[in-house]
């Protein structure tokens, strides 16, 4: 488990991650070593020096398992479709678990509160997790109005879903505004911060944190991938703690916290 140095530029936040692992730095145990921290190493691995019932809120990402489905489109759009699911596999690294990943929740939660991104294959294993713990679950989708035109016989890649799964006890904010409750959003895709292949509007991360957690809490992402869950929690007066495996999202996500913080800009 590699600590991102906060305030550091990429380069040398990327030698930063090579200097701790050569020196077998020791990984952190206690939540105040973790806390604002963007840590780079396994999701699940890295998640079992999380102390028990310490974590107020999740709101993370995961991958899926893209390449084994048959991507939509032919011709031109086959090829595209493609490339671009296999850049997004190669960016995680990593095969993915839900089970394990659940599991890891269930015991960093103070009471599971979690909003997950996922496909429409993994919806079904998340909803049957909640109902086997009596768990509150809603499925929270982002409708893309401008999707690629092209459909060859399928409808059209127009969404990306979230479940949320809410234990009895877990905090959700009633008095934020009407607007924050659809389960509806529509925001545009191409309106991009960085060149991550899954990266998510910010206003959505946000909504998801105002909703579900106070100030001062403590937010795990654990796919962290560019930064925005950590970059809300700043922006929002929380706490945090990102994961990601891969040492060049990890110092990406680092020095847009950290400008961030300081000056409030986020590139």
């Excluded at 960093?108 to 919806?123: D, G």
């Excluded at 479940?163 to 505004?177: D, L, M, R």
Aim: charged share 25%; with cysteine; aromatic share 10%.
């Amino acid at each position: 488990m590699l600590v991102v140095h906060a305030r550091l530029p990429l380069l040398v936040a990327r030698q930063a991650f090579f200097k701790d692992y050569r020196s077998g730095k020791k990984m952190m145990t206690t939540i105040n070593e973790l806390t604002n921290k963007i840590i780079c190493g396994d999701a699940i691995e890295t998640m079992q020096t999380i102390p028990d019932k310490s974590i107020d809120l999740v709101v993370t990402d995961p991958p899926y398992d893209f390449i084994s489905k048959s991507p939509v489109g032919g011709g031109f759009m086959l090829k595209n479709n493609k490339k671009h699911l296999e850049t997004i596999n190669k960016s995680f690294g990593m095969s993915y678990n839900p089970e394990a990943l659940l599991s890891q929740l269930q015991r960093v939660c103070k009471k599971f509160n979690a909003y997950i991104f996922t496909n429409k294959t993994l919806l079904a294993k998340y909803i049957e997790f909640a109902k086997v713990n009596k768990y509150k679950w809603e499925i929270i989708v982002w409708s893309k109005p401008n999707p690629v035109p092209i459909n060859n016989g399928h409808y059209l890649i127009d969404k990306e879903y979230a479940v949320f799964i809410k234990e009895s006890g877990a905090k959700f904010n009633s008095k934020c505004g009407f607007e924050k409750y659809f389960t509806v959003f529509r925001y545009s895709i191409g309106v991009k911060q960085t060149q991550h292949p899954a990266e998510k509007p910010m206003k959505l991360i946000r909504n998801f944190i105002e909703v579900s957690s106070d100030k001062d809490d403590l937010i795990l992402d654990c796919y962290l991938g560019s930064g925005t869950t950590a970059i809300a929690s700043v922006q929002l007066d929380r706490r945090y703690i990102g994961i990601d495996n891969n040492n060049h999202w990890c110092a990406i996500a680092t020095n847009r916290v950290s400008e961030a913080k300081t000056t409030g800009i986020i590139q």
